[in-house]
């Protein structure tokens, strides 16, 4: 005899973890960010003022540092742009599918790991600040773990074959 489910018997476990999934996005995504946007200007200022070695790069290239500077940071900040428009349009349309959601987290915070920014103390006005270091290592590792869960559960939202599920933990113990 088999029992045959239907989709409102499968909602029923997953709108407990729904609230505290989407609430866990939104501060994924605001501290992702609110970082990166806090760090454009740090980043600006850094590129703005290169080293002599650079600046001779530069100068034989007939760029300046300021004009340097600002397509650097303008190129990453619509990189990261785009990625957090496509995590933020997925999170909003589907934010009830677990794989959407993986998703959504793996754009939200890999655009700005992708885009050479790493979360870090520099970001903050103070340089060994130890919530800019936390930060910057939880935001890293949710970065990494969320792109490799992509791969192994695109797109049906199982670990397929089986056993990929222990790289994964072996994976998430190792990277950590």
């Given at each position: 005899?088999?029992?045959?489910?239907?989709r409102?018997d499968?909602?029923?476990?997953?709108?407990?973890?729904?609230?505290?999934?989407r609430v866990?996005?939104?501060?994924?995504?605001?501290?992702?960010?609110?970082?990166?946007?806090?760090?454009?200007?740090?980043?600006?200022?850094?590129?703005?003022?290169?080293?002599e070695?650079?600046?001779?790069?530069?100068?034989?290239?007939?760029?300046?540092?300021?004009a340097?500077?600002?397509?650097?940071v303008?190129?990453?900040?619509?990189?990261?742009?785009?990625?957090?428009?496509?995590?933020?349009?997925?999170?909003?349309?589907?934010?009830?599918?677990?794989?959407?959601?993986?998703v959504?987290?793996?754009?939200?915070?890999?655009?700005?790991?992708?885009?050479?920014y790493?979360?870090?103390?520099?970001?903050?006005?103070?340089?060994?600040?130890?919530l800019?270091?936390?930060?910057?290592?939880?935001l890293?590792?949710?970065?990494?773990?969320?792109?490799?869960?992509?791969?192994?559960?695109?797109?049906?939202?199982?670990?397929?074959?089986?056993?990929?599920?222990?790289?994964?933990?072996i994976?998430?113990?190792?990277?950590?």
């Amino acid at each position: 005899m088999t029992v045959q489910t239907t989709r409102q018997d499968r909602e029923i476990p997953r709108r407990s973890w729904l609230l505290p999934a989407r609430v866990a996005w939104v501060i994924v995504a605001v501290i992702t960010l609110g970082s990166f946007a806090s760090s454009v200007p740090v980043r600006y200022a850094e590129l703005a003022h290169p080293t002599e070695k650079v600046s001779a790069a530069l100068a034989d290239l007939g760029l300046s540092a300021g004009a340097y500077a600002l397509y650097t940071v303008a190129l990453d900040t619509i990189f990261v742009s785009v990625f957090a428009t496509v995590a933020i349009v997925i999170f909003w349309r589907r934010s009830d599918d677990p794989v959407a959601l993986l998703v959504a987290t793996m754009l939200v915070v890999w655009g700005p790991l992708n885009s050479l920014y790493l979360p870090s103390p520099s970001a903050f006005e103070e340089p060994n600040t130890v919530l800019g270091t936390t930060l910057g290592l939880i935001l890293t590792y949710i970065g990494y773990i969320a792109w490799m869960l992509f791969f192994y559960l695109f797109p049906s939202g199982r670990f397929v074959p089986r056993w990929t599920r222990w790289l994964a933990v072996i994976y998430g113990i190792f990277f950590f």
